[in-house]
């Protein structure tokens, strides 16, 4: 795996995110944490979709509002039934 400062990540994104796309994906060191660009395949079916949201809510992350979660959801929602 690749390992890039925020700085190289920033003049090189649309590269990476091909290499990402093709399966190699990038760490970038971001305040004491790992960010990590890599491909998204979205699920199958929305159920799995909103399975992946709920997980996500009830992580020891940060919480997101409400209004971010309902944005996250369209966004995938749409994305979901587009791909088929």
Known sequence: ?????LSQAKSTLGKL???ALK???????RGGKLVILQAYELPDH???FDALIQAGKE???RPLTQQVLTKI????????????
């Open 1 to 5: 795996m690749k390992t890039c400062n």
């Open 17 to 19: 995110a091909d290499q």
């Open 23 to 29: 399966g190699h994906p990038t760490v970038i060191p």
């Open 46 to 48: 929305p159920d799995e």
């Open 59 to 61: 992580s020891p992350h």
């Open 73 to 84: 959801w369209q966004r995938g929602r749409s994305g979901a039934k587009d791909s088929r």
